[in-house]
Protein backbone atom coordinates (compact mmCIF):
# COMPACT_ATOMS: atom_id res chain seq x y z
CA UNK A 1 0.00 0.00 0.00
CA UNK A 2 3.03 2.20 -0.22
CA UNK A 3 2.11 4.91 -2.71
CA UNK A 4 4.42 5.46 -5.34
CA UNK A 5 3.43 8.53 -7.63
CA UNK A 6 1.87 11.29 -5.72
CA UNK A 7 -0.42 14.11 -7.46
CA UNK A 8 -0.77 17.03 -4.74
CA UNK A 9 -3.74 18.73 -3.89
CA UNK A 10 -4.16 21.30 -1.50
CA UNK A 11 -7.15 20.88 1.01
CA UNK A 12 -8.29 24.72 2.91
CA UNK A 13 -7.37 24.95 6.54
CA UNK A 14 -10.85 25.49 7.57
CA UNK A 15 -11.68 22.31 6.01
CA UNK A 16 -12.93 19.22 8.12
CA UNK A 17 -14.35 16.10 6.86
CA UNK A 18 -17.11 14.06 8.76
CA UNK A 19 -15.39 10.73 9.14
CA UNK A 20 -18.45 9.53 10.98
CA UNK A 21 -20.77 9.66 7.44
CA UNK A 22 -17.95 9.03 5.52
CA UNK A 23 -18.50 5.36 4.85
CA UNK A 24 -22.08 6.17 4.31
CA UNK A 25 -21.69 9.12 1.61
CA UNK A 26 -19.08 6.15 0.14
CA UNK A 27 -21.20 3.55 -0.18
CA UNK A 28 -24.21 5.04 -2.19
CA UNK A 29 -21.14 5.35 -5.05
CA UNK A 30 -19.76 2.08 -4.40
CA UNK A 31 -18.87 -0.10 -7.41
CA UNK A 32 -21.05 -1.94 -9.02
CA UNK A 33 -19.69 -5.16 -11.17
CA UNK A 34 -20.28 -4.66 -15.04
CA UNK A 35 -23.55 -5.43 -16.35
CA UNK A 36 -23.49 -7.71 -19.26
CA UNK A 37 -23.97 -4.81 -21.79
CA UNK A 38 -22.17 -2.33 -19.62
CA UNK A 39 -18.34 -1.37 -20.96
CA UNK A 40 -17.15 -0.24 -17.62
CA UNK A 41 -17.49 0.82 -14.47
CA UNK A 42 -16.26 2.99 -11.56
CA UNK A 43 -17.14 3.28 -7.83
CA UNK A 44 -15.76 3.13 -4.40
CA UNK A 45 -14.23 -0.33 -2.83
CA UNK A 46 -12.60 -0.90 0.69
CA UNK A 47 -8.78 -0.04 0.34
CA UNK A 48 -8.46 -3.02 3.08
CA UNK A 49 -10.51 -5.56 1.41
CA UNK A 50 -13.17 -5.60 4.28
CA UNK A 51 -16.75 -3.98 4.73
CA UNK A 52 -15.50 -0.96 5.07
CA UNK A 53 -14.92 1.75 2.48
CA UNK A 54 -12.65 3.74 4.12
CA UNK A 55 -9.68 3.62 6.46
CA UNK A 56 -9.31 6.35 9.12
CA UNK A 57 -6.73 6.04 11.71
CA UNK A 58 -4.65 8.97 13.45
CA UNK A 59 -7.03 11.39 11.72
CA UNK A 60 -5.83 9.93 8.71
CA UNK A 61 -7.82 8.27 5.59
CA UNK A 62 -7.51 5.76 3.51
CA UNK A 63 -10.03 5.44 0.31
CA UNK A 64 -10.09 3.55 -3.05
CA UNK A 65 -11.55 4.29 -6.42
CA UNK A 66 -12.51 1.09 -8.19
CA UNK A 67 -12.99 0.27 -11.78
CA UNK A 68 -14.10 -2.24 -13.74
CA UNK A 69 -13.91 -2.69 -17.85
CA UNK A 70 -14.83 -4.90 -20.28
CA UNK A 71 -11.90 -5.92 -22.63
CA UNK A 72 -13.06 -6.14 -26.03
CA UNK A 73 -10.37 -5.12 -28.94
CA UNK A 74 -12.17 -3.48 -31.98
CA UNK A 75 -10.34 -5.78 -34.22
CA UNK A 76 -12.48 -8.67 -32.71
CA UNK A 77 -15.64 -6.71 -33.33
CA UNK A 78 -14.54 -6.22 -37.00
CA UNK A 79 -13.20 -9.48 -37.59
CA UNK A 80 -16.85 -10.93 -36.26
CA UNK A 81 -18.75 -8.22 -38.15
CA UNK A 82 -17.10 -8.94 -41.43
CA UNK A 83 -17.26 -12.51 -41.32
CA UNK A 84 -21.19 -11.89 -40.22
CA UNK A 85 -21.38 -9.32 -42.72
CA UNK A 86 -20.09 -11.93 -45.75
CA UNK A 87 -22.69 -14.28 -45.07
CA UNK A 88 -24.99 -11.80 -45.24
CA UNK A 89 -24.33 -10.49 -48.44
CA UNK A 90 -24.15 -14.39 -49.59
CA UNK A 91 -27.80 -14.31 -49.18
CA UNK A 92 -28.81 -10.87 -50.27
CA UNK A 93 -26.72 -10.99 -52.93
CA UNK A 94 -25.15 -6.97 -52.07
CA UNK A 95 -22.91 -5.77 -50.36
CA UNK A 96 -23.37 -3.92 -47.26
CA UNK A 97 -23.82 -0.39 -46.92
CA UNK A 98 -21.70 1.95 -44.19
CA UNK A 99 -24.43 2.76 -41.75
CA UNK A 100 -24.79 -1.18 -41.98
CA UNK A 101 -21.85 -1.79 -41.09
CA UNK A 102 -22.04 0.28 -38.45
CA UNK A 103 -25.12 -0.60 -37.06
CA UNK A 104 -23.55 -4.59 -37.29
CA UNK A 105 -21.11 -3.17 -35.36
CA UNK A 106 -22.93 -2.18 -32.83
CA UNK A 107 -25.00 -5.66 -32.50
CA UNK A 108 -21.87 -7.64 -32.40
CA UNK A 109 -20.33 -5.57 -29.81
CA UNK A 110 -23.34 -6.10 -27.58
CA UNK A 111 -23.60 -9.59 -28.01
CA UNK A 112 -20.15 -9.78 -27.16
CA UNK A 113 -19.66 -8.07 -24.34
CA UNK A 114 -21.08 -9.85 -22.11
CA UNK A 115 -18.46 -13.15 -22.76
CA UNK A 116 -15.53 -9.99 -22.66
CA UNK A 117 -12.87 -10.36 -19.69
CA UNK A 118 -12.91 -7.86 -17.21
CA UNK A 119 -10.19 -5.81 -16.52
CA UNK A 120 -9.82 -4.18 -12.79
CA UNK A 121 -7.89 -1.71 -11.01
CA UNK A 122 -7.73 0.54 -7.93
CA UNK A 123 -6.78 3.91 -6.96
CA UNK A 124 -5.71 4.71 -3.96
CA UNK A 125 -5.62 8.11 -2.00
CA UNK A 126 -4.72 9.66 1.21
CA UNK A 127 -6.72 12.39 2.96
CA UNK A 128 -4.87 14.44 5.75
CA UNK A 129 -7.16 17.06 6.87
CA UNK A 130 -5.18 18.19 9.73
CA UNK A 131 -2.09 19.41 7.09
CA UNK A 132 -4.58 20.08 4.41
CA UNK A 133 -2.99 17.55 1.91
CA UNK A 134 -5.19 15.27 -0.38
CA UNK A 135 -2.75 12.85 -2.36
CA UNK A 136 -3.93 10.32 -5.05
CA UNK A 137 -1.47 7.58 -5.82
CA UNK A 138 -1.79 7.58 -9.54
CA UNK A 139 0.97 7.54 -12.48
CA UNK A 140 -1.32 10.14 -14.73
CA UNK A 141 -2.45 12.99 -14.28
CA UNK A 142 -6.19 11.80 -15.78
CA UNK A 143 -6.37 8.89 -13.13
CA UNK A 144 -5.86 11.35 -10.34
CA UNK A 145 -8.75 13.88 -11.87
CA UNK A 146 -11.08 10.59 -12.56
CA UNK A 147 -10.87 10.11 -8.61
CA UNK A 148 -11.15 13.72 -7.86
CA UNK A 149 -14.17 14.20 -9.92
CA UNK A 150 -15.98 10.85 -8.36
CA UNK A 151 -14.77 12.23 -4.77
CA UNK A 152 -15.83 15.52 -5.87
CA UNK A 153 -19.90 14.09 -6.24
CA UNK A 154 -19.45 11.96 -3.62
CA UNK A 155 -18.73 14.29 -0.67
CA UNK A 156 -21.01 17.35 -2.17
CA UNK A 157 -18.49 19.88 -3.85
CA UNK A 158 -15.07 18.61 -2.65
CA UNK A 159 -12.78 21.89 -2.32
CA UNK A 160 -9.64 20.62 -3.10
CA UNK A 161 -7.03 22.78 -5.96
CA UNK A 162 -4.45 21.46 -7.09
CA UNK A 163 -0.98 22.60 -5.42
CA UNK A 164 0.55 25.66 -6.39
CA UNK A 165 4.06 26.75 -5.65
CA UNK A 166 5.81 30.86 -5.78
CA UNK A 167 8.53 28.97 -7.88
CA UNK A 168 7.70 26.62 -10.38
CA UNK A 169 9.19 23.16 -10.10
CA UNK A 170 11.18 23.63 -14.03
CA UNK A 171 13.08 27.52 -12.43
CA UNK A 172 14.15 25.80 -9.28
CA UNK A 173 15.28 22.42 -10.20
CA UNK A 174 16.96 24.13 -13.63
CA UNK A 175 18.68 25.98 -10.53
CA UNK A 176 19.70 23.67 -8.52
CA UNK A 177 21.66 22.57 -11.48
CA UNK A 178 23.14 25.60 -12.34
CA UNK A 179 24.09 26.15 -8.97
CA UNK A 180 24.87 22.03 -8.20
CA UNK A 181 23.60 22.80 -4.54
CA UNK A 182 20.35 20.95 -3.65
CA UNK A 183 17.97 22.91 -1.35
CA UNK A 184 17.97 21.80 2.57
CA UNK A 185 17.39 17.97 3.31
CA UNK A 186 17.76 17.17 -0.23
CA UNK A 187 20.40 16.02 -2.58
CA UNK A 188 20.23 15.47 -6.18
CA UNK A 189 20.29 12.03 -7.45
CA UNK A 190 20.89 10.57 -11.36
CA UNK A 191 17.88 10.68 -13.52
CA UNK A 192 17.06 13.74 -14.81
CA UNK A 193 15.50 15.10 -18.32
CA UNK A 194 15.81 18.44 -19.63
CA UNK A 195 13.98 20.14 -22.78
CA UNK A 196 14.11 23.05 -24.99
CA UNK A 197 11.36 25.71 -25.30
CA UNK A 198 11.48 26.40 -29.10
CA UNK A 199 9.25 24.98 -30.97
CA UNK A 200 11.13 21.71 -31.49
CA UNK A 201 11.17 20.74 -27.69
CA UNK A 202 14.42 19.14 -28.28
CA UNK A 203 14.98 17.07 -25.03
CA UNK A 204 18.02 15.42 -23.51
CA UNK A 205 17.23 12.47 -20.74
CA UNK A 206 20.18 11.32 -18.33
CA UNK A 207 19.56 7.83 -16.74
CA UNK A 208 21.91 6.75 -13.51
CA UNK A 209 24.26 9.62 -14.99
CA UNK A 210 26.06 11.83 -13.09
CA UNK A 211 24.99 15.46 -13.37
CA UNK A 212 27.84 17.48 -12.82
CA UNK A 213 29.75 19.07 -14.92
CA UNK A 214 29.84 21.42 -17.74
CA UNK A 215 27.86 19.05 -20.70
CA UNK A 216 24.07 19.81 -18.20
CA UNK A 217 25.60 23.50 -18.17
CA UNK A 218 25.83 23.76 -21.98
CA UNK A 219 22.51 22.56 -22.50
CA UNK A 220 21.19 25.13 -19.58
CA UNK A 221 22.91 27.75 -21.57
CA UNK A 222 21.11 26.78 -24.82
CA UNK A 223 18.49 27.23 -23.25
CA UNK A 224 16.68 23.71 -22.04
CA UNK A 225 15.25 23.60 -18.61
CA UNK A 226 14.59 20.58 -16.29
CA UNK A 227 11.47 18.97 -16.29
CA UNK A 228 12.47 16.03 -14.33
CA UNK A 229 14.82 15.21 -11.39
CA UNK A 230 15.74 12.32 -9.29
CA UNK A 231 16.09 13.27 -5.58
CA UNK A 232 16.42 12.18 -2.63
CA UNK A 233 15.05 14.04 0.63
CA UNK A 234 16.97 13.45 3.99
CA UNK A 235 17.99 9.68 3.04
CA UNK A 236 14.69 8.37 3.66
CA UNK A 237 12.84 9.01 0.39
CA UNK A 238 14.08 9.27 -2.79
CA UNK A 239 11.22 10.31 -5.94
CA UNK A 240 11.25 11.96 -9.36
CA UNK A 241 9.98 15.80 -9.17
CA UNK A 242 8.27 16.71 -12.60
CA UNK A 243 7.63 20.42 -14.11
CA UNK A 244 3.94 19.40 -12.76
CA UNK A 245 4.66 19.19 -9.48
CA UNK A 246 3.88 15.55 -9.50
CA UNK A 247 6.27 13.62 -7.48
CA UNK A 248 7.09 10.52 -8.94
CA UNK A 249 8.55 6.84 -8.48
CA UNK A 250 8.22 7.13 -5.15
CA UNK A 251 10.52 4.71 -2.72
CA UNK A 252 10.73 4.60 0.91
CA UNK A 253 14.86 3.44 1.93
CA UNK A 254 15.88 0.90 3.75
CA UNK A 255 16.99 3.05 6.48
CA UNK A 256 13.04 4.52 6.83
CA UNK A 257 11.92 0.50 6.74
CA UNK A 258 14.45 -0.83 9.55
CA UNK A 259 12.77 1.57 11.66
CA UNK A 260 9.57 0.29 11.09
CA UNK A 261 7.99 -2.27 13.65
CA UNK A 262 6.65 -5.85 12.88
CA UNK A 263 3.25 -5.69 13.47
CA UNK A 264 1.89 -9.62 14.67
CA UNK A 265 -0.99 -9.53 11.96
CA UNK A 266 -1.52 -8.36 8.61
CA UNK A 267 -3.54 -5.80 10.53
CA UNK A 268 -1.24 -4.65 12.46
CA UNK A 269 1.20 -4.26 10.03
CA UNK A 270 -0.62 -2.13 7.53
CA UNK A 271 -1.62 0.24 10.11
CA UNK A 272 1.77 0.67 11.26
CA UNK A 273 3.30 1.07 7.44
CA UNK A 274 0.10 3.37 6.28
CA UNK A 275 0.98 5.64 10.07
CA UNK A 276 4.82 5.86 8.77
CA UNK A 277 3.95 6.28 5.36
CA UNK A 278 1.85 9.32 5.94
CA UNK A 279 3.72 10.63 8.88
CA UNK A 280 7.09 11.34 6.19
CA UNK A 281 5.08 12.15 3.68
CA UNK A 282 3.73 14.74 5.17
CA UNK A 283 7.13 15.99 6.32
CA UNK A 284 8.43 15.75 2.62
CA UNK A 285 5.49 17.74 1.11
CA UNK A 286 6.17 20.52 3.46
CA UNK A 287 9.77 20.45 2.97
CA UNK A 288 9.06 20.06 -1.02
CA UNK A 289 6.44 22.94 -0.64
CA UNK A 290 9.12 25.11 1.06
CA UNK A 291 11.52 24.39 -1.28
CA UNK A 292 10.15 25.89 -4.68
CA UNK A 293 9.45 28.91 -2.17
CA UNK A 294 6.45 28.21 -0.67
CA UNK A 295 3.10 27.78 -1.78
CA UNK A 296 1.25 30.50 -3.71
CA UNK A 297 -1.47 32.50 -2.14
CA UNK A 298 -4.97 31.53 -3.74
CA UNK A 299 -6.04 34.60 -5.57
CA UNK A 300 -8.79 36.48 -4.11
Known amino acids: MWFKNLSVYRLPANWTLDIAQLDEKLSRQALQPCGNLDKESQGWVSPRG ?100 RLNKTLDDLPARILHTELSPAAAMTEWLLTSEAPTGFSIDRDLELRAED ?9 RHALEGEEIQQHIAAGKTATRLAMTWNERVSFVLSEQLQIKRVAFLDILKEETEQGDTADEQFDIDFTLMTGELAKLLDDVVAALGGEKAKPI
Open 50 to 149: DDRLSHVLNGQVLIALGAEQKLLPGSIVTQFANERAAEIEEQQGYKLGRKQMRDLKEQITDELLPRAFVRRRTTFAWIDPKHGWLVVDAATPLKAEELLE
Open 199 to 207: EGKSTVRYV
